[in-house]
């Protein structure tokens, strides 16, 4: 009775696609994308943007330059794409608070000569400068490190050491006064507890950097934005699937046959249903981003023209996509399948769950291929970088087109229900 | 009596298979209620959708009160209602609500809106139930309320597929009272069913159609005389039960019948004469052979 049982299961789920789809495919597929994004850096790692800034111009800070363009890890570059005038300190910034790379480095004037100083002293000449975007909190940390490594390729006790010793067999010999002065230096850096040693971007390191965060410097809770985006449109997306549903249960119920029997027209119905879900997107990124300034204290006053610009043209393509997956779907249960399957996959790809800046940049560059990437590229120039509202023209323009090609996607599939 | 609608030589075929309709003509008069009736399959549905213009046809015409309406020509089918087989209302929604929605797509408002739904709550006896969810409404309040929602534009013509399924006497009686108002109000109706007895009480004319044609169409009587002729239908009831059907032509046939019955040696409860019935007509017309 109970293999009767467990056979009836097996079958049902066989003959039910949806169910199937939902059980084996849907997992693989999403399984896939993250092995994709997470898997791939294992093999590789991903390389740091840099925009590289030499004030300088000496013989050193151009070995300098060379040592870091030879660098794997970064990618360096001196001018923006396109353009033969080099970075200089400000539209290096402007470049990290355009979110075009997460960090800029500035070789400071006088690097040349006070290239490298071994242990702490208040005379450390000029400050390296390290421009970042805190949204990509890896990227700062790996360029300061990798400069570091640049520089010196050894411990500095051990630089010291090596430095006295030096001195002493070429350079005539040490006093043994000196002697003693220098190993007490190399003990006390021995001696230094290792969370110390850990701080060389800030303080007494090796290298005299200077971090700086050029975006978002008043948040106190830097990606909530992102998040309150991220989730929003990801749910927005699933909602938007959801209720985009609710054609086919007009046609299921009979409600669409009494409907296109009236005076309405299925392009007036199409865009009626379109228009309510634009309505319930905007509704739903509301409340998430007025919790997200209640609870967690995003800055929403001051932003409210990007988030309108920003959250009416994310909803419209958001409901379009929605109405479309419904009008290429037969079934309700056909739909909660793919609909899984298609939001999921995007807002894992479009970077709705893991920051696109973590991921390969090969995938990086494919997920802007998918609208939500550019709704959450521009919730974040809104919300993180503080740019102003003409640097939401091409998410916009994006979105919209999307929209409107989602629309005419959905107004052609709906014609086998109008006239057959 | 003037034309209310007409469907002249309509062919439709599907995905080129057999065709769903085969050169149907039919003529719907101004104040009369026609019967469609067919087995399943037979091409009623897709007549009605032809009608309500969401079948693109072949070859063929529809006509609603002398105007030509193609298909996809809603404003052609102003004077037009439908009330599909299905309950097609939202059940979250009121009563009131669902008509108020149904009656905007038609195109009403305000005042008329108001006053349309006052009047399709009382013809459907719903004025007290109207602020209920409709899906806490009974199978027979539904099936009234699914006809309210087709009348608010206070059609000329209204199409009515198969209204009461599943309702019980009751309702099914005051579904009945309901026609008979439209009629009363010199509506139009195509009334699909496949209730005999219920053509027979309520319409003035009955059309069959089988394979995407017409092949029958007349009064209930017309219908009998072209097929089954004079005859006469003898019913003859046993006391153990059993029950004898024959067709006969004249009245001295039927006491030979029960002496034959008592001759087997059963005694004769009943014995009912009468002009064949509507069923007979169409099991006649289409066959007993199963069709789904």
């Known amino acids: 009775m109970i293999f009767s049982i467990i056979r009836t299961g097996w079958m049902n789920l066989r003959r039910d696609r949806a169910a199937t789809v939902l059980s084996f495919v849907v997992p693989i597929v999403f399984f896939s994308i993250f092995a994709s994004i997470f898997g791939a850096q294992r093999s590789s790692t991903p390389k740091v943007t840099v925009a590289l800034v030499d004030e300088d111009q000496s013989e050193h800070s151009k070995q300098l330059v060379a040592a870091l363009l030879q660098e794997t890890a970064l990618r360096v570059i001196e001018s923006p794409k396109n353009e033969t005038q080099k970075f200089d300190a400000r539209s290096a910034e402007a470049y990290v608070r355009a979110g075009k790379a997460p960090a800029a480095l500035v070789i400071p004037k006088g690097f040349g000569a006070t290239s490298i100083h071994f242990g702490p002293t208040t005379d450390r000449g000029p400050a390296f400068r390290l421009l970042a975007d805190p949204s990509d909190p890896i990227a700062k940390q790996v360029v300061a490190g990798l400069l570091q490594k640049t520089l010196m390729t050894a411990m500095p006790d051990m630089m010291i050491s090596s430095g006295i010793d030096a001195l002493d067999k070429w350079g005539g010999g040490l006093t043994p006064q000196q002697r003693s002065i220098f190993g007490q230096r190399v003990t006390e850096l021995q001696r230094r507890p290792a969370s110390q040693r850990q701080q060389t971007t800030n303080g007494d390191s090796l290298v005299n950097l200077q971090v700086k965060d050029v975006v978002g410097n008043n948040d106190k809770t830097p990606l909530i934005g992102f998040y309150a985006a991220g989730i929003g449109v990801m749910f927005m997306l699933f909602s938007a699937t959801g209720a985009g549903g609710a054609l086919l249960e007009e046609v299921e119920s009979g409600t669409l046959d009494r409907i296109l029997s009236t005076r309405v027209s299925m392009r007036t119905l199409l865009l009626g249903k379109l228009l309510y879900l634009w309505s319930l997107g905007l509704a739903q990124l509301l409340v998430m981003f007025l919790w997200a300034a209640l609870v967690f204290r995003l800055t929403l006053r001051g932003h409210l023209a990007g988030f309108a610009i920003m959250a009416a043209a994310t909803a419209l393509a958001c409901s379009a996509f929605g109405l479309m997956l419904a009008a290429a779907s037969r079934t309700r249960a056909q739909l909660s399948a793919i609909s899984t399957l298609a939001v999921l996959s995007i807002s894992a790809l479009g970077g709705s769950m893991v920051p696109r800046f973590l991921m390969p940049e090969s995938i990086q560059k494919a997920g802007l291929v998918l609208f939500n990437a550019w709704a959450l590229e521009g919730f974040m120039n809104v919300f993180w970088r503080n740019l102003p509202l003409n640097s939401l023209l091409l998410p916009v323009v994006v979105l919209v087109a999307w929209a409107l090609a989602f629309f005419l996607a959905a107004r052609q599939l709906t014609k086998r229900w109008e006239v057959a | 009596m003037a034309s209310a609608l007409e469907v002249t030589n309509v062919v439709k075929s599907f995905n080129g298979a057999r065709r769903a309709l085969d050169g149907v003509s039919l003529e719907l008069r101004e104040g009369e209620v026609l019967g469609l009736l067919g087995p399943n399959g037979a091409g009623k549905s897709t007549l009605v959708r032809t009608i309500m213009g969401r079948v693109a046809v072949a070859s063929g015409e529809v006509r609603i009160f002398g105007r030509p309406a193609p298909s996809g020509d809603s ?171 024959q067709l006969i032509d004249k009245a001295d046939e039927m006491l030979p019948l029960m002496k034959g019955v008592e001759a087997r040696g059963l005694a004769v409860r009943d014995v009912t004469l009468r002009v064949p019935t509507l069923e007979k007509v169409f099991l006649h017309l289409t066959g007993r052979e199963l069709r789904e």
């Open chain 2, 75 to 245: 404003a052609a089918r102003e004077h037009v209602g439908f009330v599909p087989q299905e309950i097609a209302l939202y059940p979250l929604l009121t009563a009131r609500e669902n008509l108020m929605v149904f009656g905007r797509y038609q195109r009403l408002g305000g005042d008329a809106l108001d006053a349309a739904i006052r009047e399709a709550l009382e013809w459907s006896a719903l004025s007290e139930r109207a602020d209920e969810q409709t899906k806490t409404l009974s199978g027979g309040m539904k099936r009234r309320l699914n006809m309210a929602a087709g009348v608010l534009h206070k059609p000329r013509v209204l199409l009515l597929d198969e209204p009461t399924v599943g309702v019980d006497p009751q309702s099914r009686e005051r579904i009945y009272a309901m026609i008979e108002t439209l009629r009363g109000g010199g509506v139009s109706l195509i009334y699909t069913t496949h209730y005999m007895e219920e053509a027979e009480r309520l319409c003035d004319r009955i059309a069959v159609i089988d394979h995407g044609r017409i092949i029958a169409l007349g009064t209930k009587d017309e219908l009998v005389r072209s097929t089954i002729g004079v005859r006469r239908e003898i019913i003859i009831e046993t006391t153990d039960g059993q029950r004898l059907t």
